[in-house]
């Protein structure tokens, strides 16, 4: 077993399925003590499980982290159970199903976009930082996205949730720097997550869909979950003791693409 994160505490949210889950079962591989976070039971249960029967350490702790009571209660129990945090991954995050341009944004999704983003992670950030703090360390992974790097059409509020996200993290890498708290932000590109799969297989010709998108990426192929929890893993890590504030993209050179199309 390799141990690039021996005896650390992490809390990894929105873990029950996608990057999330490849991320918690990676940290728990490299020795981490897991504390799985998911608004949906069973999909975190599951996380939880599967970990253990690895034989890896890990804990299930239930709530929606957007809203400011489930994410103290997280918080709370990870600190009650094993008196420190050293690692906060904010991955829970997504669209919302929400797409279009500003114009055609209602209020009520705007509103669901900003506070499944920008608020959970500022929340989880709020009530992790006094104990990182008084612990004098810690390192906080925010997920951003591409989208929140160069602008695409019709994803007006998840593009600016998910700027404001990286925004945040250069923040607190300054705010925090002086009590060597790290906060540094991964921004994906296109990856094959469960969710995107099952929208390419709603497609009419889903081998189509597929080749299209890995025609957009300069490297022939969407990305997959270990690519972003293997650049969490290095964030987590002490390899990277300095990087902070830092914007890491995973896109396969999806943007360069963008750029020179």
Not at 85 to 108: P, R
Request: charged share 20%; hydrophobic share 45%; with cysteine.
């Amino acid at each position: 077993m390799a141990s690039r994160l021996q005896d650390k505490i992490a809390i990894v949210t929105g873990s029950g399925s996608g990057i999330g889950r490849t991320t918690a079962l990676l940290f728990a591989a490299e020795g981490a003590m897991v504390v799985v976070n998911d608004r949906v039971d069973a999909a975190g249960r599951e996380t939880a499980d599967i970990i253990k029967e690895s034989g890896g350490q890990a804990c299930f702790i239930f709530g929606d982290v957007s809203d400011s009571g489930s994410a103290q209660a997280v918080v709370k129990q990870a600190i009650d159970a094993f008196s420190r945090v050293d690692i906060l991954f904010n991955n829970a995050g997504g669209s919302q199903g929400v797409k279009g341009a500003l114009g055609d944004t209602d209020e009520e999704d705007w509103d669901k976009v900003m506070k499944g983003n920008v608020t959970a992670t500022f929340l989880m950030c709020k009530y992790i930082l006094p104990f990182m703090v008084k612990n004098g360390r810690g390192s906080i992974i925010n997920m951003g996205s591409q989208f929140g790097v160069a602008v695409v059409p019709s994803f007006a509020a998840y593009s600016t949730a998910k700027a404001a996200v990286i925004h945040l993290t250069k923040q607190m890498s300054l705010d925090y720097g002086r009590y060597q708290i790290r906060a540094n932000c991964l921004c994906p590109g296109p990856i094959l997550t469960p969710g995107h799969d099952r929208f390419l297989r709603s497609k009419p010709d889903y081998e189509s869909a597929i080749s299209e998108r890995n025609a957009a990426v300069a490297l022939g192929r969407m990305g997959l979950p270990e690519d972003v929890a293997n650049a969490a893993l290095f964030l987590a890590s002490d390899e990277s003791a300095y990087f902070t504030g830092s914007v890491l993209v995973i896109d396969g050179g999806y943007d360069a693409r963008l750029c020179s199309a």
